[in-house]
């Protein structure tokens, strides 16, 4: 009798810690690591960075890869389901608004056919992202930072409307936003801190142009000169090319530095959802730190930078190395 029940609870004992183990592993990214591919392809980080030196640089295309990383890791978790293009069967969330301007594809296509060359069928393409987005911080004159690897890609893009769904709009409140990133594992002052890539890159007039002409639901602040200046770039109504673009950051446009906290001091912000951040809303105190503290904004970013990009894809997903980013094999 005393046998088995002590049996019984070894085995129970054993059936909760391999039930732990698997809820541990299923949830999230927790077996990402900076060496995944040190013995597979111990040059990856040294092809992304050469691409994205040559290549890119500090220049506009920068940006555009480090806002991807942010679009692919909300939408389904980090698993370069961004880079699909759409299928008889697939949506793609390339086409999602608010997507405009989701450039950055051809240098992330660029990058993989490198790396296949040297190590084929290896590197996920979300750990491509998730490199290539690192060094355009740094190429942007920001921090640089290990980045956890071993992402698998996913076999299928999201639908529409759950990309609608899952990506903050730049209309968005204070509240929204912390709601939104808080889904994913981040908190306020990840939030505020990831914000902080809008101190490079820059907006089409579709996103900024409630803000300066005070015609969407959300309202904050504005310095009435910035609004003029931008209501010069952006008319109020109808489409515009690329001429009714504006800098983030006007000071520092193409500098990943802490400028934009200052801006948003300065009621400068250019979207609403940046403004969101500063004005009475609690997170105040945050805004006035990072815009002071150059390297307490650096080091947050980075370890928000990381957070997100532990962001894990359904239970249940296919998963893959693709090699091709934009189709599944
Ligand atoms: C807080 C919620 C956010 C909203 C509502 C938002 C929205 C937007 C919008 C509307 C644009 C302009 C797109 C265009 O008109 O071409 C943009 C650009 C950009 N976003 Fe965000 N974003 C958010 C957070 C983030 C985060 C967390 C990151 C990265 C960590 C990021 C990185 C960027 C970058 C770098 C650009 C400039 C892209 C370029 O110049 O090509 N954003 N964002
Ligand atoms: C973004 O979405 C809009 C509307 O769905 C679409 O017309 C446009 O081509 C897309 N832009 C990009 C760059 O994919
Ligand atoms: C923020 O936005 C949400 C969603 O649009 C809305 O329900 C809420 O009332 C807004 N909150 C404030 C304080 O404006």
């Not at 392809?41 to 050469?50: T, Y």
């Not at 389901?81 to 989701?102: C, G, I």
């Not at 491509?128 to 930072?145: H, K, Q």
């Not at 204070?174 to 890539?197: K, P, V």
């Amino acid at each position: 009798m005393m046998v088995s029940s002590r049996i019984t609870s070894w085995a129970a004992l054993a059936l909760l810690f391999f039930i732990a183990v698997v809820a541990h592993t299923a949830n999230g990214h927790d077996h990402l690591s900076a060496g995944y591919y040190a013995k597979t392809c111990p040059n990856v980080e040294r092809i992304v960075w050469s691409v994205m030196a040559n290549r890119v640089g500090g220049g506009r295309m920068a940006p555009a890869v480090l806002r991807l990383f942010f679009h692919d890791c909300f939408v389904n978790g980090c698993d370069a389901s961004v880079l699909l293009d759409a299928t008889p069967f697939s949506e793609s969330e390339k086409d999602v608004e608010p997507n405009t301007s989701l450039t950055g594809f051809t240098v992330i296509d660029e990058i993989k056919s490198a790396l296949e060359r040297d190590c084929p069928a290896t590197v996920s393409c979300a750990d491509v992202i998730a490199i290539a987005s690192r060094d355009a911080v740094t190429l942007l004159g920001g921090p640089t930072w290990n980045v956890p690897l071993g992402r698998k890609d996913s076999r299928f893009a999201a639908r529409r409307e759950f990309t609608r769904a899952h990506l903050p709009s730049p209309n968005d409140n204070l509240t929204e936003l912390i709601r939104m990133f808080g889904e994913l594992g981040l908190d306020a002052r990840d939030m505020t801190a990831l914000s902080g890539a809008h101190t490079v890159g820059m907006a089409n007039c579709m996103h900024y142009r409630g803000r300066v002409y005070g015609t969407s639901n959300t309202k904050y602040n504005i310095d009435p000169s910035f609004a003029e200046s931008r209501r010069q770039l952006c008319p109020p109504q109808g489409p515009i090319g690329d001429a009714g673009k504006a800098p983030f950051d006007v000071t520092t446009p193409m500098k990943f530095d802490n400028a934009y906290y200052r801006d948003l001091i300065a009621h400068q912000g250019l979207l609403n959802s940046d403004q969101a951040l500063y004005g009475g809303g609690g997170v105040d105190n945050l805004v006035e730190m990072y815009g002071t503290d150059g390297d307490a904004f650096g080091r947050d970013f980075a370890k928000a930078m990381v957070k997100m990009g532990n962001i894990p894809p359904p239970k249940g997903m296919p998963m893959e190395v693709r090699l091709q980013c934009s189709k599944a094999n």
